[in-house]
């Protein structure tokens, strides 16, 4: 099992919004996300920066690499892309974390 760790930025003022879309997370994207072998995903909110912090396990890090060609994927980034930084595809911008600890 492969932990992965990301950071992301949120617009001001949209936490709440963010939120929201995750509370009521589509039924099929959460059993795409679990189908492809991810695990103990958290997202942490950081007020004074608005940056995201994500961290979450794969199982099969080809399958998960090859979410991003998912069509349920890429309709969430289109309608989470008024909430954060995203790039032309409306992707996050997101930037991988490097792990220095672990207490398992």
Do not use: C, Q
């Given at each position: 099992?492969?932990?992965?760790?990301?950071?992301?930025?949120?617009?001001?003022?949209?936490?709440?919004?963010?939120?929201?879309?995750h509370d009521e997370l589509w039924p099929?994207?959460?059993a795409l996300l679990k189908k492809t072998?991810?695990?103990?995903?958290?997202?942490?909110?950081?007020?004074?920066t608005h940056m995201l912090f994500g961290v979450l396990k794969v199982s099969n890090r080809a399958l998960f690499d090859r979410l991003a060609e998912?069509?349920?994927?890429?309709k969430w980034?289109?309608?989470?892309?008024?909430?954060?930084?995203?790039?032309?595809?409306?992707?996050?911008v997101s930037k991988a974390l490097k792990e220095v600890f672990y207490l398992g």
């Open positions: 099992m492969e932990r992965i760790a990301f950071k992301m930025k949120l617009y001001p003022g949209r936490e709440s919004e963010y939120r929201k879309r099929e994207l959460s072998g991810v695990s103990d995903y958290s997202i942490f909110f950081d007020e004074e998912e069509p349920v994927m890429l980034w289109s309608y989470m892309h008024d909430l954060m930084e995203t790039n032309m595809d409306k992707s996050p």
